[in-house]
């Protein structure tokens, strides 16, 4: 009896010795997670989570704890190259059901709300950029701001046109793009065209190369998504 006493305590003290020297290693990032920027400052979990939103910064295990035994991370902004290492790891954005990649585009004749024309039925040598949104859609506002930079990095290569397809009137959007800015093309009422292609949620993207083809299509908003429309854009310019 006294023997097997021994034993236990014996027991009992390797395994307190192994929890002191292994803190609590929960690799599982929330809202208790301990993130620290380059800058060495703890970032609120709506900061850090909103910087990794944009696809630009990285996170890793600093390999540091708190006096509580938590894991420290560090956030981290990602070089050209690390970006898309990243993003290429990430599962591809799901395609969107009313455009298949690889399919001859159906296109059609728009005019945006500054009354410029389109003709999308003859796209060869026109690279177009579709976005398929409305302004009350939270992920379609959300990546307004990361489509601008997009729109910025083609300014000067006419073969590339954005063309904003909301759903909303002409009245609505003047009042909406008042205070949010968005540099795409707008075409306003564009209902029926959507209803044209049968699209089923928003956001909805569309890259179509010069050739006329449907370079790319995805459905709703991942982190990836801006990376995949610009590399399908710089893929169908080569």
């Known amino acids: ?28 990032l929330n809202e208790q997670s301990v993130v620290r920027g380059e800058d060495g400052l703890v ?26 035994g ?6 981290y902004e990602l070089s050209a190259d690390q970006k898309s290492a990243y993003m290429d790891k990430i599962p591809k954005p799901r395609t969107s059901e009313s455009f298949r990649e690889g399919d001859l585009f159906n ?9 410029n024309k389109y003709d999308l039925r003859d796209s060869t040598g026109k690279i177009f950029v579709l976005n398929f949104w409305f302004i009350n859609c939270p992920p379609c506002k959300k990546e307004i701001p990361q489509l601008n930079e997009l729109v910025a990095k083609y300014k000067d290569n006419k073969d590339v046109v954005f063309l904003g397809i909301a759903l909303d009137e002409k009245y609505d959007l003047k ?14 009422g564009g209902r029926y065209i959507a209803n044209k292609y049968g699209v089923k949620g928003y956001p909805t993207h569309v890259v179509v ?10 459905l709703g908003l991942a982190s ?11 893929e169908s310019l080569k």
């Open 1 to 28: 009896m006294f023997k097997n006493l021994i034993i236990i305590a014996l027991l009992f003290t390797a395994l307190f010795s192994y929890a002191q020297e292994n803190p609590i290693k929960k690799n599982v």
């Open 43 to 68: 970032y609120p979990f709506n900061a850090w989570k909103k910087l990794m939103q944009t696809g630009r910064y990285g996170i890793k295990n600093r390999k540091t704890f708190t006096e509580s």
């Open 70 to 75: 938590h894991p420290e991370y560090l956030i």
């Open 107 to 115: 296109g059609l004749r728009i005019t945006d709300m500054n009354g």
């Open 175 to 188: 009042s909406f793009l008042k205070s949010t800015a968005f540099d795409y093309n707008i075409v306003d």
């Open 209 to 218: 190369d010069k050739k006329g083809y449907i370079a790319f299509s995805t």
């Open 224 to 234: 990836n998504t801006i990376y995949w429309v610009e590399k399908s854009i710089n």
